[in-house]
């Protein structure tokens, strides 16, 4: 079946600091991983995708590589900011009908 | 702003009830997605339409039920309301059906059964 396995959290990093959120996945076929980020009292957002193995995905500082050989697809950002405080989920679609497998969410705080 | 519209935003009713949420997709989108998000089952996909067939079903409980109508909007009807059915329910709509569609989410129902 499908499903993604993603770091546990809360994550606290302090302001540039580099930020890594694990994310390894099972699926049937061929899937399309993405990240979406959801800030407080707000839907997802789609932070970045990738659609095939060794693609990489960035947006905001924020990349990531699809790593079959590994099943992975983590989140790396450089230097955080406070306004990245949020949680992160990986998800991938892997069916013809496009509906995604989330990952249960990594929240992120990011302190001054 | 996604494109995408929920309503109502909040939602507290007692338990044995019957509610709708209802979702207005992104202008030009077929495909719409409920989700429900709870604190111990994360978020799970419940079902999906496109361009007013259903498409998939997930993790539905026979209680739940979906359209979605001629002008794509669609409505998730929520019976017989349990406890553990108070959640955060999201829609979600894309252009496709296709695996590697990007999909825009709503800013979500929030269910409260008391």
């Known amino acids: 079946g499908n499903s993604v396995t993603q770091m546990e959290g809360p994550v606290t990093l302090s302001e540039e600091a580099f930020l890594t959120i694990n994310c390894t996945y099972t699926?049937?076929?061929?899937?399309?991983l993405f990240w979406y980020v959801q800030y407080p009292g707000e839907g997802l957002q789609l932070l970045l995708k990738?659609?095939?193995?060794?693609d990489k995905g960035s947006n905001k500082g924020f990349e990531a590589t699809y790593r079959k050989e590994t099943t992975s697809f983590h989140l790396e950002k450089g230097s955080v900011q406070v306004s990245d405080s949020a949680v992160y989920f990986c998800a991938l679609s892997a069916n013809t009908g496009n509906q995604f497998y989330f990952g249960t969410g990594t929240s992120l705080t990011v302190i001054p | 702003d996604s494109g995408v519209t929920q309503t109502p935003k909040h939602l507290i009713t007692a338990t044995g009830q019957r509610v709708t949420l209802r979702c207005s997709p992104r202008s030009g989108d077929l495909s719409v997605y409920w989700y429900q998000q709870s604190l111990d089952q994360g978020l799970q996909f419940l079902i999906q339409?496109?361009?007013?067939?259903?498409?998939a079903k997930g993790n539905i409980l026979e209680r739940f039920s979906a359209q979605q109508f001629p002008d794509l909007h669609s409505e998730l009807n929520l019976s017989s309301l349990e406890l553990g059915d108070s959640a955060l329910y999201f829609c979600a709509s894309s252009v496709r059906a296709a695996k590697n569609t990007e999909a825009f989410f709503g800013q979500g129902t929030r269910l409260t059964v008391v």
């Open positions: 699926a049937t076929g061929y899937p399309s």
């Open positions: 339409y496109y361009n007013g067939e259903e498409r």
């Open positions: 990738a659609t095939k193995a060794d």
